[in-house]
Nanobody, 114 residues
Framework: VQLQASGGGLVQAGGSLRLSCAASGSIFSRFATGWYRQAPGNERELVAAITSGGNTNYADSVKGRFTISRDNAKNTVDLQMNSLKPEDTAVYYC?????????WGQGTQVTVSS
């Protein structure tokens, strides 16, 4: 399983970005997927996740601002990020849990300027 994350960049506070995680196979419809982030000096944390059944959950810090979604036809899981804040600055990673094993994408940098 290979995951490719894209869509990061530099944005001003209040702006939006859309991250996309593409998989090498049709896995997202069958396995849970999540977006995580890691800021310098911090541990990696869960931002949002979506189950194979389509249930979603979010970190409290992003509720109401971020939306995770899945496109089974494209084999992608996206993270729409609105109303971005400087504290959202981090490297964002996608992860899929496939048959009990975690697979990570390479990370994409999101920088929010104040």
């Amino acid at each position: 399983v290979q995951l490719q994350a894209s869509g990061g960049g530099l944005v001003q506070a209040g702006g939006s970005l859309r991250l996309s995680c593409a998989a090498s196979g049709s896995i997202f419809s069958r396995f849970a997927t999540g977006w995580y982030r890691q800021a310098p000096g911090n541990e990696r944390e869960l931002v949002a996740a979506i189950t194979s059944g389509g249930n979603t959950n979010y970190a409290d810090s992003v509720k109401g601002r971020f939306t995770i979604s899945r496109d089974n036809a494209k084999n992608t899981v996206d993270l729409q990020m609105n109303s971005l804040k400087p504290e959202d600055t981090a490297v964002y990673y996608c992860k899929a849990l496939v048959a009990g094993q975690d697979y990570w994408g390479q990370g994409t940098q999101v920088t929010v300027s104040s």
